[in-house]
């Protein structure tokens, strides 16, 4: 626990978690310096953000004062607190191109765990589906898994292969699910909120994004009773 300003108690999170959230800022633009051919898109930049957060560029957003804030991993949602007060002291505005994603640390998910949590996203997705903005439900950056690309992650999993993007599918990071980013970075990615700065909806969605890692380990634990996949371990076991 920590103590706010007000004297109220804080809870940790049981694992960090980190937030992305893109939105449309009037800052100082920060230009591409490739080629004119590379295609990247200029971006602004959000003043003042607190340690560790920081303004990044994001290609699916076709406007200059698009900007991509990227939190540090966050052990209090309260932490974002400011941030949500400073895009609004900015006037950020929300499109259809803008969206909320939520890493949740898994680094110590085991191809079982993994397993777990992509069952348990199936039973849920369809009333999260009918939850989230009508733009999301259909949006090339969110998909939803189709049902050869779960049986063929599964299957791998299922012999020890950790799902790792190639040439062929690179495009499966941009799945409701992000599971390229375990392999990667040791995270679960969410991608199918819309883009918020409203701090209830980014702290409910990161809420809801925790609890299911938090499911798929409980089911992990489960199933190492009764079986050892501790080989299968991705990351080292240590406090993030």
């Known amino acids: 626990m920590k103590t706010n300003t007000g004297g ?7 694992r960090t978690v980190g937030v ?16 004119e051919d590379c295609g990247h898109n200029p971006y602004s ?8 957060w920081s303004c990044k560029r994001d290609g699916s957003i076709h406007d200059r004062r698009a900007t991509e804030v990227v939190s540090p991993p966050l052990r209090f949602l309260q932490d974002i607190a400011s941030v949500t007060r400073l895009l609004n002291d900015y006037e950020a505005e929300i499109t259809h191109e803008c969206g909320l994603h939520v890493h949740v640390d898994a680094r110590d998910l085991n191809c079982s765990g993994v397993i777990a949590l992509m069952h348990l996203w199936r039973i849920i997705a369809e009333p999260i589906r009918n939850t989230v903005a009508q733009h999301r439900r259909s949006n090339m950056y969110c998909t939803p898994w189709d049902e050869s690309e779960f049986d063929r992650i599964v299957l791998g999993l299922q012999q020890g292969v950790r799902y790792t993007p190639s040439s062929r599918d690179r495009s499966l990071r941009y799945r409701e699910v992000n599971l390229a980013s375990w392999t990667l970075h040791g995270t ?13 909806e980014i702290q409910a ?9 938090e499911a798929a380990k409980r089911v992990q634990t489960y199933l190492t009773t009764t079986m050892d996949s501790s080989e ?6 240590k406090e993030p």
Not at 45 to 52: A, K
Not at 205 to 213: A, D, H, K, P, Y
Not at 232 to 237: I, K, N
Request: with cysteine; hydrophobic share 40%.
């Open 8 to 14: 109220k108690k804080i809870s940790v999170l049981p």
């Open 20 to 35: 992305e959230i893109e939105c449309l800022v009037n800052g100082e633009v920060v230009p591409c310096e490739c080629s």
């Open 45 to 52: 930049v959000v003043e003042g953000l607190p340690t560790g």
């Open 188 to 200: 679960i990615e969410f991608r199918q909120y819309a883009g918020t700065v409203n701090l209830t």
């Open 205 to 213: 969605w990161t809420s809801l994004c925790l609890e299911v890692v």
């Open 232 to 237: 299968y371990l991705p990351f080292p076991l």
